[in-house]
C-alpha cells in the first residue's frame, strides 16, 4: 500500500503537467482562431458598415470564435491552479501571486467577451434597437468592438505579469527547462509593454508591438504547453525540490 501512495504521489505531478499542456494547448488554438481567422477576418477597424456587413454575413464564425474565447476562460482557471502546484516548490508567494495575475486576467478578459455579445445585440437590432437607422446600429457594434479590443490589450498587463512570474519560477526549478522560462519571462515583458503602449498610443503598439510581441509569445507560450504534454517535470529533480 505505501509503494502504491509513493507512486501516486510521485506521478501526481507528472499527471498534473499533461493536463496543463493539454488545456494550453487548447488555449491556444481557440484564443488563434479567435483573433487570427474570426476578428481579423471580419473587423474591417475603420469602417463600421463593412465590418457589420462581414459579422451578420458569418454569424455562426463568429459565435464559434466567440464560445471558443469563453471556454478559454474555463480552462485559464484550471491552469493557474495547475501552474501554482507545479511551481509552488520553487516559491509558493510567487507562484500565488502568479496564479492571481492569471486569474485577474481571466476576469477582465471574460468581461470583454461581454462586448462582443453587445455587438451582436446591436446588429440583430432588437428590441428598441428597431427603431434606430441600420447606419446607428452599425456605429454602435463598431464601438463595442473597439472597446472589447482595448479592453483586451489592457488584460494582458496582468497577463503579462503572470507570465514574467512563472517564467522566472520555470528558470528556478530545474524540473522544466531553463530555457522555457527565459522565452515566457520574455513574453511576460512583451505583453506588459504592448498593454501599457496600448493605453498610451494604440496605433504605435498595433504597428510596432503587435508584430514582434505576438509572434515571441506564440512560440513560448506553445513551446511550454507541448513540453508539459510530451515530457513533463523532471521527477528526480522534482523530488529533490520538495524534498530538500
Known amino acids: 500500500?505505501?509503494?502504491?501512495?509513493?507512486?501516486c504521489i510521485t506521478a501526481s505531478p507528472q499527471v498534473y503537467a499533461r493536463i496543463g499542456g493539454l488545456l494550453y494547448l487548447f488555449?491556444?488554438?481557440a484564443a488563434?482562431?479567435?483573433?487570427l481567422v474570426v476578428r481579423n477576418g471580419l473587423i474591417r477597424w475603420g469602417d463600421a458598415t463593412a465590418t457589420a456587413s462581414n459579422i451578420m454575413g458569418s454569424e455562426t464564425l463568429f459565435r464559434i470564435g466567440l464560445t471558443g474565447e469563453m471556454l478559454t476562460c474555463v480552462c485559464d482557471v484550471a491552469l493557474a491552479m495547475i501552474l501554482f502546484v507545479l511551481l509552488k516548490p520553487v516559491s509558493r508567494n510567487l507562484a500565488l501571486l502568479a496564479a492571481f495575475f492569471r486569474l485577474t486576467?481571466?476576469?477582465i478578459y471574460g468581461v470583454t467577451k461581454l462586448f462582443e455579445i453587445a455587438a451582436l445585440v446591436a446588429l440583430e437590432g432588437a428590441g428598441n434597437l428597431k427603431a434606430l437607422p441600420a447606419p446607428q446600429l452599425h456605429d454602435l457594434a463598431y464601438i463595442f468592438l473597439r472597446v472589447h479590443s482595448l479592453g483586451y490589450g489592457a488584460s494582458l498587463l496582468f497577463f503579462g505579469f503572470c507570465c514574467s512570474l512563472f517564467g522566472h519560477l520555470i528558470q528556478r526549478s530545474g524540473y522544466l527547462p531553463r530555457v522555457i522560462g527565459i522565452l515566457v519571462a520574455i513574453a511576460g515583458y512583451g505583453y506588459v509593454a504592448f498593454s501599457?503602449?496600448?493605453m498610451l498610443s494604440p496605433p504605435f503598439?498595433?504597428?510596432?508591438?503587435?508584430?514582434?510581441v505576438f509572434?515571441?509569445?506564440f512560440v513560448a507560450e506553445l513551446t511550454l504547453a507541448l513540453w508539459?504534454?510530451?515530457r513533463g517535470v523532471n521527477i528526480q529533480k522534482w523530488n529533490e525540490m520538495t524534498q530538500g
Open 1 to 7: 500500500m505505501t509503494g502504491m501512495t509513493n507512486r
Open 27 to 29: 488555449i491556444i488554438v
Open 32 to 35: 488563434g482562431f479567435g483573433e
Open 105 to 107: 486576467f481571466v476576469g
Open 196 to 198: 501599457i503602449a496600448q
Open 205 to 212: 503598439a498595433a504597428r510596432f508591438l503587435f508584430p514582434s
Open 215 to 217: 509572434p515571441v509569445a
Open 228 to 230: 508539459l504534454l510530451g
